[in-house]
């Protein structure tokens, strides 16, 4: 466990993931209601 800005890949933190799949979820639900996980969010950018 380990929180600092230099992260592998470069990837936001899960929180931030979990943000932003909240905010995906809210403007296309019907859309992205198949992608559960953060890898899968990161296939539909």
């Known amino acids: 466990?380990?929180?600092?800005p230099s992260d592998a890949g470069g990837n936001p933190p899960p929180a931030t993931i979990?943000?932003?799949l909240e905010r995906f979820n809210k403007q296309k639900p019907h859309s992205f209601e198949k992608a559960t996980a953060p890898v899968d969010a990161e296939n539909w950018i």
């Open 18 to 20: 979990h943000i932003w």
């Open 1 to 4: 466990m380990s929180s600092g």
